[in-house]
Antibody
Framework: EVQLVESGGDSVQPGRSLRLSCAAS????????MHWVRQAPGKGLEWVSSITWNGLNIGYAASVKGRFTISRDNVKSSLFLQMNSLRTEDTALYYCVKDRLPTVPDAFDFWGQGTMVTVSS | QSALTQPASVSGSPGQSITISCTGT?????????VSWYQHHPDKAPKLIIY???QRPSGVSHRFSGSKSANTASLTISGLQAEDEAHYYC??????????FGGGTKLTVL
């Protein structure tokens, strides 16, 4: 059974940093691209970042580019999101998401339950 | 990059069919066969219901179907059931390893 378990969400002040982690199990992690998708309270889904199976190709939403860094550890079947210079508008539930394919983003076929990040002074 | 355009809400009675549109541009929806659709019930993880414009994942009801014409993708749900009441989101690849979601549509089953 595919499982994606996020952790690392917290309540922080603007300008601080946070590192999200996602532990994957139940599938061959290094065979698939992975993503982070977020949902702000009362808002819709927003794609944040993607990383291909080998970590060589990475994409970011304009809203987080230069502040967030996605990475993966295929040995530990883990996905990460380093979030720097956090803003109040980054407040959201962050989902770790598995892609159907290893390279070009195809579709998000499994989602974790999410970890909440709150940025407030 | 602006979100794909979806109607904020649609409604239908049990047994009826509804269609949700998702309009993008020739840089995203119209340029790749990579539109996907997600069903999202409150306090649950979103669920993939359509991928690559019109493909249905294993286990997803045949009542859900996807199509596309030019820069507009559509999700049709036939034989509406109470459990279909949820938010629905489209998503498209936009090139350069970037993706874009629609704003979401709330489906109400009357």
């Amino acid at each position: 059974e595919v499982q994606l378990v996020e952790s690392g969400g917290d309540s922080v002040q603007p300008g601080r940093s946070l590192r999200l982690s996602c532990a994957a199990s139940g599938f061959s992690f290094d065979d698939y691209a992975m993503h982070w998708v977020r949902q702000a309270p009362g808002k819709g889904l927003e794609w944040v970042s993607s990383i291909t199976w080998n970590g060589l190709n990475i994409g970011y939403a304009a809203s987080v580019k230069g502040r967030f860094t996605i990475s993966r550890d295929n040995v530990k079947s883990s996905l990460f999101l380093q979030m720097n210079s956090l803003r109040t508008e980054d407040t959201a539930l962050y989902y770790c998401v598995k892609d159907r394919l290893p390279t070009v983003p195809d579709a998000f076929d499994f989602w974790g339950q999410g970890t909440m990040v709150t940025v407030s002074s | 990059q602006s979100a794909l355009t979806q109607p904020a809400s649609v409604s239908g009675s049990p047994g009826q069919s509804i269609t949700i549109s998702c309009t993008g541009t020739s840089n995203d929806v119209g340029n790749f066969k990579l539109v996907s659709w997600y069903q999202h019930h409150p306090d649950k993880a979103p669920k993939l219901i359509i991928y690559e414009d019109s493909q249905r994942p294993s286990g997803v009801s045949h009542r859900f179907s996807g199509s596309k014409s030019a820069n507009t993708a559509s999700l049709t749900i036939s034989g509406l059931q109470a459990e279909d009441e949820a938010h629905y989101y489209c998503c498209s690849y936009a090139g350069g390893l970037t993706l874009i979601f629609g704003g979401g549509t709330k489906l109400t089953v009357l």
